[in-house]
C-alpha cells in the first residue's frame, strides 16, 4: 500500500510526538506503605555498591537511588560506579540488584552539563538502569537537561544541599529560589527535597514542601536531631522535622516518586537506624 506524502507526515509526527523513553511507575510490589522509599547509596559510601544494594535489600526497603563514584564491590574496589561505567559493569549491577530485589529508581547528586552530548550520556545510563528521577544541583545546564528531559520521560529534581554563609551564589538551598527556577518549565522538572538540609539552613520542612506542592519529584527524607548545622540524622520519628506530617504532606500532594534515606550519621553501622526508618513509614498511619 502506498501513502502519500501527507500520509507519510502524519505517521513521522506521530513517532515524534513520543519520547525516546517512557518510564515505568515505581510498581507497588517496590513500595513500603503506598511510597517509594529506599536508600540513597551514599548512605553505604564506607562500603560498595554491591554492599549498598544489599543493605538495601536487609534494611527492608526495595528501591535505592545510586550516586556516582562508589567503588563497585570488595572485589573489585578499583572500579567504580557512575554514568560511565562499562556495559560489563552495568549487568553486574542489573543482576546483584535481581538477586535481592531491589530496582534502581533515582540517580544523583551528578553534575550535569550544558554541553548536550556530555548531559545524554546520564540520561543513556538512566534509560539503561530503569532510573526515573536524575537529581543534580547544576541550574546553568537547565536548558540542555530539559529538553531530554523530556525526550526520555526522565525527571531531573534539584537538590539542596545547606546554606553556604560564605558563598552568596549558592542559591539552591532556597525552595524560593528552586520554586522561580522551575515554576515556568517542563513538569519533568522540580525539587529533589532534601529535609535535612532544609533544617540545617534553620527552615522547616514542612512549610517548604508546601511551597513546592506540584513540584518535588524525590526526596531525601530526613529526620534531624535540631536545626543547626551541626545537626545529625535519627530515625524517622525521633528528630525534630514532624516526620508524620512531611509524610501526610506527601501524600495529600500526590506525590508518587522516589523517597531516599541519606543516613549521614553512624556511617559504619547506620543499618539498625535506616531500618528503623523503613519500619516507622511501613507502621505510619496519616
Not at 143 to 168: C, M, Q, S, W
Not at 181 to 195: E, F, L, N, Q, W
Request: aromatic share 10%; proline share 5%; with cysteine.
Amino acid at each position: 500500500m502506498k501513502l502519500s506524502a501527507l500520509a507519510l507526515l502524519t505517521v513521522a509526527a506521530s513517532f515524534l510526538a513520543f519520547p525516546a523513553f517512557t518510564a515505568d511507575p515505581i510498581p507497588d510490589t517496590n513500595r513500603v506503605n503506598g511510597f517509594a522509599i529506599g536508600c540513597q547509596a551514599y548512605t553505604f559510601n564506607r562500603f560498595s555498591v554491591f554492599e549498598a544494594i544489599e543493605k538495601t535489600a536487609a534494611a527492608g526497603a526495595k528501591v535505592i537511588e545510586f550516586y556516582p563514584g562508589q567503588k563497585l564491590s570488595r572485589e573489585a574496589p578499583d572500579t567504580k560506579w557512575n554514568h560511565d561505567s562499562s556495559l560489563e559493569v552495568i549487568e553486574q549491577v542489573k543482576a546483584k540488584l535481581a538477586k535481592h530485589g531491589v530496582i534502581a529508581v533515582a540517580y544523583g547528586v551528578v553534575a550535569l552539563s550544558k554541553d548536550e552530548a556530555e548531559c545524554r550520556k546520564v540520561f543513556d545510563f538512566a534509560k539503561t538502569m530503569g532510573i526515573r528521577v536524575i537529581n543534580t544541583e547544576s541550574v546553568d545546564a537547565i536548558d540542555t537537561f530539559e529538553k531530554l528531559a523530556k525526550e526520555y520521560d526522565i525527571k531531573v529534581g534539584f537538590h539542596n544541599h545547606p546554606k553556604r554563609e560564605k558563598d552568596a551564589n549558592y542559591k539552591v538551598w532556597d525552595p524560593n529560589y528552586i520554586l522561580e527556577i522551575v515554576k515556568d518549565r517542563d513538569p519533568h522538572i522540580g525539587a529533589c527535597a532534601d529535609t535535612g538540609h532544609w533544617m540545617r539552613s534553620g527552615l522547616k520542612p514542612l512549610e517548604c514542601l508546601r511551597l513546592l506542592k506540584g513540584r518535588i519529584v524525590s526526596s531525601h527524607l530526613k529526620d534531624l536531631n535540631g536545626f543547626e548545622r551541626s545537626a545529625h540524622d535519627m530515625p524517622y520519628g525521633q528528630g525534630e522535622a514532624g516526620m508524620s506530617a512531611l509524610l501526610s504532606e506527601l501524600k495529600a500532594q500526590g506525590f508518587d516518586g522516589p523517597i531516599s534515606i541519606e543516613y549521614e550519621f553512624n556511617w559504619e553501622n547506620s543499618l539498625p537506624e535506616v531500618t528503623a526508618c523503613i519500619d516507622y513509614v511501613k507502621n505510619w498511619k496519616p
